[in-house]
């Protein structure tokens, strides 16, 4: 589990809890942006999903077959781990409003737990893999989104139908899609490409302002 705190306090009322894509807690660039989170007066706290298992970089772009090492971290196990420590951030940390943050694989999470009987009081999520319809019709808490024209897991076609769909349930959502942002561009990007240095810029500053606001 991967703790940053806010400038100068080590405990807090309010706190995020950030599930992380597929590269999980070792990858630098989620440890990067939780500093960058808690800098902004969050305490920022980021489970290890995977249990040691995380996929290295170096793994992703030799190939290696998502669709086997998805079957060794199923949904009722990630779950778990999530409650986890969501009953340890209110216990143990005594967290009064917890914020949940989900990128790429955590995409899917965060409106899971978005529903009437979830653990996180707001959420925001960017680029979510295999999250469906039902999902975000669970969902009883406000959230943000953030999509990228480029990314074939969750296109603009698949942001405006979470739109309609927050909308008919009176939801508080608030939206952006990305021009010539790929897949995972709220964490890792080209950063010789502005379109998506600014995506993931942008899509920062989108997080912080939806928490400081409704958090």
Not at 44 to 61: C, H, N, Q, Y
Not at 73 to 89: D, Q, R, V
Not at 124 to 134: D, G, R
Not at 162 to 174: C, D, V, Y
Request: proline content about 5%.
């Amino acid at each position: 589990m991967y703790f940053s705190y806010p400038p100068g306090r080590n405990t807090s009322s309010k706190a995020l809890l950030y599930l992380t894509d597929i590269f999980g807690v070792p990858l630098l660039q989620n440890q990067l942006l939780a500093d960058s989170l808690a800098a902004n007066d969050y305490l920022v706290i980021m489970p290890d999903l995977f249990k040691g298992d995380a996929v290295s970089v170096e793994e992703r772009e030799a190939g290696l077959n998502l669709t086997e090492w998805n079957l060794l971290h199923p949904l009722p196990e990630i779950e778990s781990i999530i409650n986890t420590t969501i009953a340890f951030m209110r216990d143990e940390l005594d967290i009064e409003r917890i914020g949940g943050l989900g990128f790429c694989f955590g995409g899917k999470y965060v409106p899971r737990f978005l529903t009437a009987s979830g653990g996180l009081d707001l959420g925001f999520i960017a680029h979510p893999s295999n999250l469906n319809e039902q999902e975000i019709g669970g969902i009883t808490r406000g959230i943000s989104i953030a999509a990228g024209t480029l990314d074939a897991s969750f296109n603009a076609t698949a942001k405006a139908r979470a739109e309609s769909i927050l909308a008919r349930n009176n939801i508080t959502f608030q939206s952006n899609v990305y021009g010539g942002a790929p897949h995972g561009f709220a964490v890792r990007v080209n950063q010789s490409i502005p379109q998506q240095a600014y995506a993931k810029q942008a899509s920062f500053v989108q997080a912080v302002t939806w928490f400081d606001a409704w958090l």
